[in-house]
C-alpha cells in the first residue's frame, strides 16, 4: 500500500525492553517521514527492517529527551553510512541549538545538507508539500512548545473511463478538462459531461498525529476526519489528576478526542511504564470509541479509504 504508518517505539519517557520512546515512520506515496526519535530509535528501525538513508523529512513534535534524544545518534549513522542527500528537519524553536551542539562537538562535518526548520510557538498551517502530499503543524497542550503533524494525500484526479469516452467521438484534447469535472462541448456540438465519462477521484486520506498533549479540544479542527489518529494515553481515568497535572492524556480522553473529530481509526500510545497490562486502556477508550488499536512497536498501520 502507498500509506502506512510504522508503530517504532510506543512507551512514555522511559523505555522497556518491549517498548521504545516515541518515534513512528510514515509512508506516503514514496515519501519516507520520520516523526519523533526518541533515544533507541535507529535501532527500532534496523528492528523492523526500515531503510533510513531514504528518510528524508522528519517531524520533531518538542525538545523533551523521550521524543528527540534519538536524532543526533541517527544524524550521525546517516553520515557514516555514507549518506549524500539532503535531509529536512522541522521542530520547535530550540531544535537548531540542539541538534549544533551535539553535531558540532565531533567535528560537524556532513556530506549532507540538513535543513533544520524551526516551526513558530503555538503556530499551525502548512510547512511542506509536493505534488502528492501536504504536511501541516498545529499547537499541542504540553508543558514546552509542542508541535501535531497532519500528514495529507493531495487530492487526485478522477479517471477516465476510456470505452464511454471513446463512443462520445470528441477529440482527446477534451480529456484534461473532462477530468478536471468540467462538461464539454465541442466544435460540432456534441455535449459530453464529465460524470458519464469519467469517474469521481477517491477520497483524500489523512494521519494525524498528536503527542504529548493535555486534553485539549482546540486541536480538533487540525485533525478532523483524519483516517487514522493517534492521540496519546500516558494514564488511565483513574490518574485523570495526575495527567492534567503533567499535561498528558487519558485513553477516555483520547477516545473523546477521536470521537468529537470523527475519526476512523484511534491509536493509543505513550504508556506510563506503570502499567503492566494494557487492556485497560483499550477498554477504557471503547466505551466511548469503538475504533481503538493498542499497538505493540513494529505494528504497521495500512490507511485505506
Ligand atoms: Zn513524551
Given at each position: 500500500?502507498?500509506?502506512?504508518?510504522?508503530?517504532?517505539?510506543?512507551?512514555?519517557?522511559?523505555?522497556?525492553?518491549?517498548?521504545?520512546?516515541?518515534?513512528?515512520?510514515?509512508?506516503?506515496?514514496q515519501?519516507?517521514?520520520?516523526?519523533?526519535?526518541g533515544?533507541?530509535?535507529?535501532?527500532?528501525?534496523?528492528?523492523?527492517?526500515?531503510?533510513?538513508?531514504?528518510?528524508?523529512?522528519?517531524?520533531?513534535?518538542?525538545?523533551?529527551?523521550?521524543?528527540v534524544?534519538g536524532?543526533?545518534?541517527l544524524i550521525?549513522?546517516?553520515q557514516l553510512?555514507?549518506?549524500?542527500?539532503?535531509?529536512?528537519?522541522y521542530?520547535?524553536?530550540?531544535?537548531?541549538?540542539?541538534?549544533?551542539?551535539n553535531?558540532?562537538?565531533?567535528?560537524?562535518?556532513?556530506?549532507?545538507?540538513?535543513?533544520?526548520?524551526?516551526?513558530?510557538?503555538?503556530?499551525a498551517?502548512?510547512?511542506?508539500?509536493?505534488?502528492c502530499?501536504?504536511?501541516?503543524?498545529?499547537?499541542?497542550?504540553?508543558?514546552?512548545?509542542?508541535?501535531?503533524?497532519?500528514?495529507?494525500?493531495k487530492?487526485?484526479?478522477?479517471?477516465?473511463?476510456?470505452?464511454a469516452?471513446?463512443?462520445?467521438?470528441?477529440?482527446?484534447?477534451?480529456?484534461?478538462?473532462?477530468l478536471?469535472g468540467?462538461?464539454?462541448?465541442?466544435?460540432?456540438?456534441?455535449h459530453?459531461?464529465?460524470?458519464?465519462?469519467t469517474?469521481?477521484?477517491?477520497?483524500?486520506r489523512?494521519?494525524?498525529?498528536?503527542?504529548?498533549?493535555a486534553?485539549?479540544e482546540?486541536?480538533?479542527?487540525?485533525?478532523q476526519?483524519?483516517?487514522?489518529?493517534?492521540?496519546?494515553?500516558t494514564?488511565?481515568d483513574?490518574?485523570?489528576?495526575?495527567?492534567?497535572?503533567?499535561?498528558?492524556?487519558?485513553?477516555?480522553?483520547?477516545?473523546?478526542?477521536?470521537?468529537?473529530?470523527q475519526?476512523?481509526?484511534?491509536?493509543?500510545?505513550?504508556f506510563?511504564?506503570?502499567?503492566?497490562?494494557?487492556?485497560?486502556?483499550?477498554?477504557?477508550a471503547?466505551?466511548?470509541f469503538?475504533?481503538?488499536?493498542?499497538?505493540?512497536?513494529?505494528?504497521?498501520?495500512?490507511?485505506?479509504?
Open positions: 500500500m502507498d500509506f502506512e504508518v510504522t508503530i517504532l517505539g510506543s512507551n512514555a519517557a522511559i523505555p522497556t525492553l518491549s517498548r521504545g520512546t516515541t518515534s513512528q515512520y510514515v509512508h506516503c506515496k515519501r519516507h517521514i520520520l516523526i519523533d526519535c533515544e533507541g530509535t535507529q535501532m527500532q528501525l534496523r528492528k523492523f527492517h526500515i531503510k533510513y538513508q531514504r528518510i528524508n523529512i522528519i517531524l520533531i513534535s518538542h525538545l523533551h529527551g523521550d521524543h534524544f536524532l543526533p545518534g550521525s549513522t546517516m553510512m555514507g549518506r549524500t542527500q539532503g535531509l529536512k528537519v521542530g520547535p524553536i530550540g531544535i537548531k541549538k540542539l541538534l549544533r551542539a553535531l558540532d562537538a565531533g567535528g560537524g562535518y556532513f556530506l549532507f545538507k540538513i535543513d533544520i526548520v524551526e516551526l513558530e510557538n503555538d503556530g498551517g502548512l510547512i511542506f508539500e509536493d505534488k502530499i501536504e504536511i501541516h503543524h498545529f499547537p499541542l497542550k504540553h508543558r514546552i512548545p509542542t508541535h501535531g503533524y497532519r500528514i495529507q494525500e487530492p487526485a484526479t478522477r479517471k477516465l473511463v476510456r470505452e469516452f471513446n463512443k462520445t467521438g470528441v477529440s482527446v484534447a477534451y480529456i484534461k478538462k473532462l478536471q468540467e462538461d464539454i462541448t465541442d466544435n460540432l456540438g456534441v459530453v459531461t464529465a460524470a458519464s465519462v469517474l469521481p477521484a477517491p477520497p483524500t489523512a494521519y494525524a498525529f498528536c503527542s504529548d498533549t486534553y485539549s482546540a486541536i480538533i479542527p487540525y485533525i476526519g483524519a483516517n487514522l489518529l493517534y492521540h496519546e494515553s494514564f488511565l483513574k490518574e485523570a489528576e495526575r495527567a492534567a497535572e503533567t499535561y498528558h492524556s487519558t485513553a477516555k480522553q483520547a477516545a473523546a478526542i477521536a470521537l468529537k473529530a475519526v476512523k481509526l484511534l491509536i493509543l500510545g505513550h506510563s511504564s506503570r502499567y503492566k497490562s494494557l487492556r485497560l486502556f483499550q477498554e477504557e471503547e466505551e466511548l469503538p475504533h481503538v488499536s493498542i499497538p505493540e512497536d513494529g505494528m504497521l498501520y495500512v490507511i485505506s479509504n
